[in-house]
Structure formats: C-alpha cells, structure tokens
C-alpha cells in the first residue's frame, strides 16, 4: 500500500486525510474512500467558488497510463470521442462504453505524445476500468495502474488563476492566456516534484486540476491555503457541478442507460469509425431517441432526490430523477431526470413522487448556472 491510502476498515484515506482532520471536517465514506463533506457549511462552501476560489481533495480518483506505437489507435477503438482530433498537450472528455452503448464510465484523457496518454478515472471505477482495457488490449500496448503514485488536488473559482500564478511562479514565464480549457502543462517543480497542471474541472467554474506525487500533495494543499484558496467538500462539489448540469457516473451515467440518453453526443463521435458501442448508439439514433436528459425546477415545496419517480399529470410513469438538491446560487430546488422524450419541452409540467406526496415540478433548459464572464 503506497502512501496515497490508508484503509480504515474497508475505507481508504488519501495522504491530505490528516490536513481534512486538523481543519474539523465533517467526515463521510464515498466511493470507498473516507472523504471531507464539509468544512464550514455547504452553501458558504459553494459561494466560495463561485465567487472567489476553493479547493477539493480529489486524490481518491483514479489514474492509468497507455503507451505503444498503438497508444492512439487503442484509445480511438475503446473510447467514444475522437481521440484524433487533440494534439499534444491537450486533454479531451470521453467515454468507455459496454457493447450496448452503456456507460462504463466517463474519462480526461491527457496526450501527451500520440505514443502516450494519461487518464483520470472516477474513484469507484478505476480497477473495473483498468480490467476492462486490459481486456481489450489487442494492439498490445502497455497498460498501468498508477493510481497509487498521483494524488489529484482541484482549484476551482474566478480567482483560480491568480492563485495558481503565485503558487507556480514558473507558469508567469508564459501567457495563461495561452493555457486554454482542456489543456495541460507538465513541469518539473522544486517544492511540489513532477506535476501536471490541466484546466478542466467539475464546477462550472474556471479552475485548474493539479496531479502530483502524494508525498508533495500536502505541501501544495497548504501553499494553495496560504495564497487565498477555502477548502471545499464533497457536499459543494455535488451542488456545483448539479447547477452546472454535469453528469455523474452512477447518476446520469449508467451502464445500462445508452449514452446518447445523456446529452453528451458531442462526446461520442459516431462519425469517426468503429468503436465499442459504436454499432448498438448508430441503431438507437436511427430508430430514434426514446428518453432524454433534462432538468427540474421544483414548483410546489419539498426536494427532489436521485431515483424519484416522475410522472405526467394524468398520472402515467414517464422518467426518473437522476439528481436532485436545492443549491445555494440557482437558490431554487432543482434536479436532473431522464424523462420519455415528449416530456422533455422546457416548461412541461410533471409531478414528483417525494415520499408518497406528489409535488409540481416544471421542465427547464440546462445548464441551470452559466460562470460569469469576464
């Protein structure tokens, strides 16, 4: 067991456990892993982000190394996206898909060379992502599991690129301007070791997501701190990344729900050729979509929450909801459901099934929050 985790029965802390301890956060298991849900409270939490900069410890999720001659060519077959259509440097979202077209989880792939990549996996996936791959692995390339060796640590907000200037004074040598979304630099850092800085994140927000040696993991935690960042929990992060409409593996992705059902068709390029699930989405678009993904505003009182019931208001089932809370900046009790595609209209009335009490909710358009532009 590398210094990354430690299990407490059948929970694994990462190496920023005992920094999470100190600050008195509240504690909870997710994903298998011991994880701070709170600091403070969630809605300051949130507000935080949205309008100054916090940081997650996301050292529980996972990372996969591919390289070979047949490092892209691999990718482009196991993966949705276009894997062809990055350079190096850049990062790209994406897809594992089952043969059905479900999926197994959504991927960050990093190229760093057309010969190497780098993928950032969800927490509760990873080993049955790897296995996957592994099994797929006809080109013969060379597949590693160095989950164990990164720790992940996210900076999110409107002030993450200041913050992240002071901490890496290196990176004022060139333009950020320069650091588009979906990029990432590797550099070689005396305080923090071999890093990789990506902009990508999960809020909605500007930010940046930071992979680096776990034993240097608590020194930038700290540094981060110093230069202005608030330490943020699993709780905000999920009210964050609801408002924004982002999907959730487990929520609005699921192996048994084809991935077109999702809105993300620009994450699965059909157009690109043959890759698994290709032949099973190309037949559900022709025959046409029966569900699609929309939003929720809750009408009457009361929450929504994963799994509730949808129905019309004559009373006939039509969908389910996929996640649901009320969230600090939309202020409003929102969700995400799948929902039979004649129901998707914004402004469509429906009713929720919230404990045995029907309550009004309305269709919305998606995102509920868009970041504020500068």
Same mark, same amino acid.
């Given at each position: 067991? #590398?210094?990354?985790? !430690?299990? +407490?029965?059948?929970?694994?802390? %990462?190496?920023? $456990?005992?920094?999470?301890?100190?600050? @008195?956060?509240?504690?909870?298991?997710?994903?298998?892993?011991?994880?701070?849900?709170?600091?403070?409270?969630?809605?300051?939490?949130?507000?935080?982000?949205?309008?100054?900069?916090?940081?997650?410890?996301?050292?529980?999720?996972?990372?996969?190394?591919?390289?070979?001659?047949?490092?892209?060519?691999?990718?482009?077959?196991?993966?949705?996206?276009?894997?062809?259509?990055?350079?190096?440097?850049?990062?790209?979202?994406?897809?594992?898909?089952?043969?059905?077209?479900?999926?197994?989880?959504?991927?960050?792939?990093?190229?760093?060379?057309?010969?190497?990549?780098?993928?950032?996996?969800?927490?509760?996936?990873?080993?049955?992502?790897?296995?996957?791959?592994? #099994?797929?692995?006809? !080109?013969? +390339?060379?597949?590693?599991?160095? %989950?164990?060796? $990164?720790?992940?640590?996210?900076?999110? @907000?409107?002030?993450?690129?200041?913050?992240?200037?002071?901490?890496?004074?290196?990176?004022?040598?060139?333009?950020?301007?320069?650091?588009?979304?979906?990029?990432?630099?590797?550099?070689?850092?005396?305080?923090?070791?071999?890093?990789?800085?990506?902009?990508?994140?999960?809020?909605?927000?500007?930010?940046?997501?930071?992979?680096?040696?776990?034993?240097?993991?608590?020194?930038?935690?700290?540094?981060?701190?110093?230069?202005?960042?608030?330490?943020?929990?699993?709780?905000?992060?999920?009210?964050?990344?609801?408002?924004?409409?982002?999907?959730?593996?487990?929520?609005?992705?699921?192996?048994?729900?084809?991935?077109?059902?999702?809105?993300?068709?620009?994450?699965?390029?059909?157009?690109?050729?043959?890759?698994?699930?290709?032949?099973?989405?190309?037949?559900?678009?022709?025959?046409?979509?029966?569900?699609?993904?929309?939003?929720?505003?809750?009408?009457?009182?009361?929450?929504?929450?994963?799994?509730?019931?949808?129905?019309?208001?004559?009373?006939?089932?039509?969908?389910?909801?996929?996640?649901?809370?009320?969230?600090?900046?939309?202020?409003?009790?929102?969700?995400?459901?799948?929902?039979?595609?004649?129901?998707?209209?914004?402004?469509?009335?429906?009713?929720?099934?919230?404990?045995?009490?029907?309550?009004?909710?309305?269709?919305?358009?998606?995102?509920?929050?868009?970041?504020?532009?500068?």
């Amino acid at each position: 067991m #590398s210094d990354s985790e !430690e299990t +407490v029965g059948e929970l694994k802390r %990462t190496c920023l $456990f005992d920094l999470h301890k100190e600050a @008195g956060a509240k504690l909870m298991g997710f994903a298998g892993w011991e994880v701070p849900v709170q600091y403070s409270n969630l809605k300051d939490e949130h507000q935080k982000v949205r309008e100054q900069a916090g940081i997650f410890d996301v050292s529980h999720m996972g990372e996969i190394s591919c390289k070979g001659s047949a490092a892209q060519s691999f990718i482009q077959r196991t993966c949705s996206n276009d894997i062809t259509r990055i350079s190096d440097g850049q990062a790209q979202y994406t897809l594992l898909l089952n043969e059905e077209g479900g999926v197994i989880d959504d991927l960050i792939v990093y190229q760093v060379s057309e010969q190497e990549f780098f993928i950032c996996a969800n927490a509760s996936n990873v080993d049955k992502d790897f296995a996957w791959l592994q #099994s797929q692995n006809s !080109e013969g +390339v060379d597949l590693e599991n160095q %989950t164990p060796d $990164f720790a992940q640590i996210a900076l999110q @907000g409107p002030l993450a690129q200041d913050i992240l200037l002071k901490t890496f004074p290196a990176l004022k040598d060139s333009s950020l301007g320069a650091f588009p979304f979906f990029s990432f630099r590797k550099m070689e850092e005396i305080t923090f070791g071999s890093v990789l800085i990506a902009r990508t994140g999960y809020t909605g927000e500007d930010g940046f997501e930071v992979f680096l040696p776990t034993e240097k993991a608590p020194d930038l935690w700290r540094a981060f701190l110093e230069n202005g960042a608030f330490p943020i929990g699993f709780g905000a992060r999920d009210t964050l990344r609801l408002e924004a409409a982002l999907p959730l593996h487990g929520h609005e992705l699921r192996e048994d729900l084809p991935a077109l059902t999702a809105n993300i068709s620009w994450a699965v390029k059909l157009s690109k050729g043959d890759f698994v699930g290709s032949d099973s989405l190309r037949s559900l678009k022709e025959q046409g979509l029966k569900q699609k993904l929309t939003g929720l505003e809750v009408l009457g009182r009361g929450l929504i929450r994963e799994e509730m019931k949808l129905q019309d208001l004559e009373g006939n089932s039509v969908g389910w909801v996929t996640s649901g809370t009320q969230t600090p900046t939309v202020g409003k009790a929102i969700g995400l459901a799948i929902v039979d595609k004649e129901f998707s209209k914004p402004g469509t009335k429906l009713q929720a099934d919230v404990r045995g009490r029907m309550v009004e909710v309305q269709t919305v358009k998606i995102p509920f929050y868009k970041k504020k532009q500068a």
